[in-house]
């Protein structure tokens, strides 16, 4: 029999699995019908014998072939249920099943839908998927890395050693194994063997949980059928709605820089303090309440989320991703964050999540350089490094890339549960010259500088969402002219539902920052983004970018002295407010934090215990109550006929008046904005119709920290013409304040006719 034995045994075959090259084990290793039974080979660094387990027989031991190589001849014409007991060198036994003993499991099908870049639910596939082989539980393992000589599952379940579970190329570049055995919890990585020989442990890119940082290996984990979802009022709602327009006022925020555990310090005798705990995080499942709470008191719609994508540094803010499909461990677990998401939106709160599809970072377990040759990146760095960020850039031409990121977005909205995805720059994927001077780039086939594979994978990305999930917002930010990034895909736009609008954030705070003494000179900067307002559906944002590096917090911003900066700043979101377009905050900017933000601690809460903050935040609380209680403020964002400019050249004055409107006019609005800090009385203004005007808010008040130049009384409009208008109205016009109107009409007056005689 051992002559026999030794008669089965292909030496070069062999030596490729010792010397760990052997990119298809199941040629070799397990169990294989041949003319004398069934041919069972294992390969067990460290181990002095092998045993072969058949139930109802006798252990069986294996012939050491070649060291800790071994091989057996078993008496049956079928393959029979069996196991292996391994005795180490430390005489340490183990029982376990043979990896090499299970079938494939992944459709050839799967493998060509994912090669041709349109398998949307891939990370289904790819990845490590607890699951039963022939009734036997396991982990079946699969990453795709085309260049590979060679990829092992490695972890501490089998000592780190890539010699003990290399996987099984398939078509395609796909690596695949099914570890009988394994449980959720455990650690893994994918070690690659690269041409050259040389050894590189990777993150699984389609690993659904990670290490807390700075570690870095992924976490066989379970995402399926773990949260039992309640918020199924929401997602009724939500399809419901999809279609119409509603109001739309997004607090972003970083969960950990919105409110976090304090550090533990302690102070000797001396008073000398020591830092024995730095500051934690919350989980994921308190940041629940404690968001929710906040949001929902202040009145936001939706919250968006900065990248909760896995990721090593705290300082990139989550927009350096390593774990596309893994909510970051700093917080919790995958279940943790499905936690987040239900909870709000069983507050009636959206969830919209950052997404960064535009780059992502060189480090070593992550994406870059992943099989060894550039894979999720382009090949030459003239397209696929972004030279002042540092990162690496998507190759959106190759199928499997951009399906990769594809079916990401549609993992965090079906299986998350998640509202919409925010795109982060998005003109740098337009623009083949982003960032790069003369020579630095590679033109298109046409010689243009438009990334034509980006601009494909943006309409593709888009319009399957559409397909898929019509009810969810795909939100870029894009901060150059593009034409039509909301427009249809059908008419050759882009297929976003919503861009930032940077322009308006750019001129609007260059405005708000000077002296009120010289905006005079810069009016032009309040009116213009009105010229485009219709060009594109837009959310007006004062974001996080905003209020980092130097540049200020939104009330350091502000001219003047301490009244007069809060006056500016309440003028400043009123202005926002009842301009077209959704809105977008960031946190503490509501309570006009002095401080900007920093990711390495909470929001300073205790501000609101100074009087001046928590009148602001009052005023905020009001001002989001009233956006979402006027149709007018939203009802017709992006149609022309929703706005009305009533006076717009009193530069002199700082003065802007203007309408927002709805179908019905007895629902008009009249917004009275001044931009200096000098009262108005008996100001006189045109008036869209004859009427009866109402202010229903003013900066101004008392309540809000104003002086309280306020209209008190309903003023009834006369027929004197004013601003073009025929009918006016006489106000005070509050010094850096905002004034809104409510305007009834009424029946135009009956003429007099003389008598009949």
């Known amino acids: ?121 891939i990370y289904k596939v790819l ?29 501490d379940f089998n000592q780190w050693d890539g010699r ?10 796909i690596h695949e194994l099914f570890i009988p055995g394994l449980k959720e919890g455990e650690l893994y990585k994918y070690e690659i063997k690269l041409k050259g020989d040389t050894v590189v442990l990777k993150s699984d890119p389609y690993g659904t949980l990670m290490q807390k940082r700075p570690d870095n290996a992924s976490v066989i984990y379970n995402i399926y059928r773990k949260h039992q979802w309640q918020d199924e009022v929401w997602m009724k709602q ?89 909510p970051t461990s700093r917080y919790g677990t995958p279940e943790d964050f499905m936690y987040f998401v239900d909870y ?64 990401n977005a549609m993992y965090w909205v079906e299986q998350y549960h998640v509202d919409g995805l925010r795109m982060d720059a998005v003109a740098s994927m337009l623009y083949l010259d982003y960032g790069r001077q003369d020579g630095e780039w590679l033109p298109n086939m046409y010689g243009g500088r438009e990334h034509l594979e980006a601009i494909e994978f943006l309409k593709h990305l888009n319009s399957m969402m559409k397909k898929r999930n019509p009810e969810v917002q795909m939100i870029a930010e894009e901060s150059t002219a593009w034409p039509m ?36 000179g810069a009016y032009g900067q309040l009116l213009f983004s009105m010229v485009y307002a219709y060009s594109e559906k837009f959310i007006l944002v004062l974001s996080h970018d905003e209020v980092v590096h130097g540049k200020g917090s939104m009330i350091q911003k502000m001219p003047g002295e301490n009244p007069d900066k809060f006056s500016n700043l309440r003028l400043a979101y009123g202005f926002m407010v009842c301009h077209p377009g959704k809105k977008l905050l960031f946190m503490g900017q509501d309570y006009a934090q002095f401080t900007e933000f920093n990711e390495g601690r909470s929001l300073e809460w205790f501000m609101l215990d100074f009087d001046l903050h928590k009148k602001m935040q009052d005023y905020m609380r009001e001002l989001i109550h009233l956006y979402k ?7 017709l964002d992006d149609e022309p006929e929703g706005f009305t400019w009533i ?85 005070t016009v509050p010094p850096l304040g905002i004034s809104i109107f409510k305007c009834t009409p009424l029946a135009p007056a009956r003429k007099k006719t003389g008598k009949a005689r």
Not at 164 to 173: D, F, W, Y
Not at 359 to 383: C, I, K, M, S, T
């Open 127 to 155: 990845g490590a998927h607890p699951m039963r082989i022939r009734g036997i539980k396991g982990v079946r393992f699969a990453v795709w890395a085309p260049d590979a000589m060679r990829v092992s599952v490695v972890g």
């Open 344 to 407: 709000l939106h069983q507050k009636d709160i959206g969830v919209i999540l950052d997404w960064v599809p535009a780059h992502f970072p060189r480090d070593l377990n992550g994406l870059a350089r992943f099989d060894g040759a550039p894979l999720y990146e382009h090949p030459d760095p003239r397209r696929g490094e972004h030279p002042h960020w540092g990162t690496l850039i998507f190759n959106y031409g190759r199928k499997e890339v951009s399906n990769f990121l594809i079916a």
């Open 647 to 731: 006076n717009n050249i009193s530069a002199d004055e700082s003065i802007v008046v203007f309408t927002r409107n709805t179908e019905k006019k007895d629902e008009t609005l009249m917004v009275v904005c001044n931009f200096t800090p000098v009262v108005r009385k008996n100001y006189k203004i045109g008036v869209p119709f004859r009427g009866k005007y109402k202010e229903i808010f003013n900066s101004d008040h008392e309540k809000f920290g104003g002086a309280g130049n306020v209209n008190p009384r309903l003023k009834q409009s006369k027929a004197e013409e004013c601003d073009g208008m025929d009918d006016s109205v006489k106000i």
């Open 1 to 121: 029999m051992e002559d026999k034995l030794f008669g089965y045994m292909q030496w070069p075959e062999i030596e490729a699995i010792i010397y760990s090259e052997h990119d298809r084990p199941k040629q070799i290793l397990g169990p294989h019908k041949v003319e004398d039974g069934v041919l069972v080979q294992a390969y067990f660094p460290g181990a002095v014998s092998c045993e072969v387990l058949v139930k109802g027989r006798e252990p069986m031991m294996m012939k050491a072939v070649d060291s800790e190589y071994f091989a057996q001849i078993l008496p049956d014409a079928d393959i029979p249920d069996y196991m292996y007991q391994v005795t180490y060198g430390d005489g340490h036994v183990v029982k376990c099943r043979d990896a090499y003993a299970f079938p494939a499991t992944i459709p050839e099908e799967d493998i060509k839908k994912f090669q041709a870049g349109i398998h949307y639910e």
């Open 164 to 173: 003990r579970h290399p996987m099984q190329r398939r078509e395609g570049g």
């Open 238 to 326: 939500r399809k419901k709605d999809s279609t119409k327009e509603k109001p739309e006022f997004i607090y972003e925020l970083h969960l950990a820089g919105f409110m976090r555990p304090d550090a533990v310090i302690e102070t000797d005798d001396e008073g000398h303090e020591t830092v024995v705990q730095e500051a934690g995080f919350y989980n994921y499942r308190e940041l629940a309440y404690k968001v929710a709470d906040y949001v929902k008191d202040m009145g936001y719609t939706h919250v968006e989320l900065m990248p909760v994508m896995e990721h090593p540094l705290d300082e990139s803010w989550g927009y350096q991703v390593t774990g596309y499909y893994a």
């Open 485 to 520: 990034v909301t427009g249809d895909v059908e008419d050759d736009g882009l297929g976003f539902d919503l861009k930032w609008n940077m322009g308006w954030m750019n001129d609007f705070l260059g405005y708000m920052s000077l002296d009120p003494l010289f905006r005079k």
């Open 629 to 635: 209680e006027y149709p007018a403020l939203y009802a």
